[in-house]
């Protein structure tokens, strides 16, 4: 079954995927007809960069406390390490916890990846409107010594919102978006587990020509997950604020 899952899985997100980058390019292909400024503007706002960061997070147990033993609770209020990959299209980012960030008694992994695609809504020369669609994959695990299981969740979300770009002066660029997500969620060997909400929050402060032609990019996320899964001992909600600084290339 769980082969069959990530199967699945792998099949409609590649499927999913190919429809969001053929919608991004048609609608590249319609703006750059009599727009050409128009389009060298867009491209101005686009930036691929690699940046790291500290996470202040609080993982919580929203079960039925009688449901569990607090050896099997994974819950924990601390700081997560965090790598941030973003381009144009695709984010992928990386969290880590444990005996070297000095969680004691736990281990956590965050592995993900979003999927999105940005309309327009209104612009100006210095402002832009969003409409940001996105689909994003999640993986959590957070472990504890002595405990007999572990809580591992895979989500699968879709999500829209609203974002903003904005070109403050020749130096400093600012963009920012917030999106609820919404899907399901899978434990290990399953293929359905229970549904996850999610609210991600984005802000983004560049600034142009730190290091020659290269832009210094000073972050913020939030990140909030609900997950109510069967049998409520993997029910958590999870929060995060990270503060992360990074370079364009």
């Known amino acids: 079954m769980n082969s069959i899952a ?25 703006f750059s007809v009599g727009e050409a400024s128009s389009q060298q503007e867009r491209i101005s706002f686009s930036y691929t960069s690699l940046s790291a960061g500290w996470e202040f997070a609080d993982f919580s147990y929203t079960g039925n406390p009688s449901a569990v033993t607090n050896n099997n609770q ?13 381009t144009p299209g695709l ?17 956590y992994l965050n592995i993900g990846a979003q999927l999105y695609n940005n309309f327009i809504l209104t612009r100006s020369d210095r402002f832009w409107l969003l409409l940001p669609l996105q689909i994003n994959t999640d993986l959590k695990r957070s472990e504890r010594d002595g405990a007999d299981r572990s809580f591992q969740q895979s989500a699968f979300q879709v999500g829209t919102g609203l974002g903003i770009k904005s070109n403050l002066n020749d130096t400093f660029k600012f963009q920012m978006s917030l999106l609820p997500n919404y899907g399901f969620s899978f434990s ?23 290091f020659q032609e290269k832009a210094l990019a ?23 604020h990270t503060f992360s600084l990074g370079i364009t290339f």
């Open 6 to 30: 990530k199967y699945l899985l792998s099949v409609l997100f590649l499927t999913v995927s190919i429809s969001l980058f053929t919608i991004q390019i048609a609608n590249a292909q319609m």
């Open 74 to 86: 994974f819950d924990f209020q601390d700081g997560v390490f965090r790598l941030l990959f973003e």
């Open 188 to 210: 290990q060997g399953n293929f359905f587990g229970g549904s996850i909400f999610s609210l991600n929050g984005k802000a983004r402060l560049y600034i142009e020509n730190i």
């Open 218 to 240: 000073l972050g913020y996320d939030y990140n909030s997950q609900s997950y109510d899964i069967d049998g409520e001992i993997f029910d958590y909600e999870f929060n995060g």
């Open 91 to 107: 984010n992928m980012y990386l969290g880590l916890a444990g005996g070297l960030t000095g969680m004691d008694s736990h281990n």
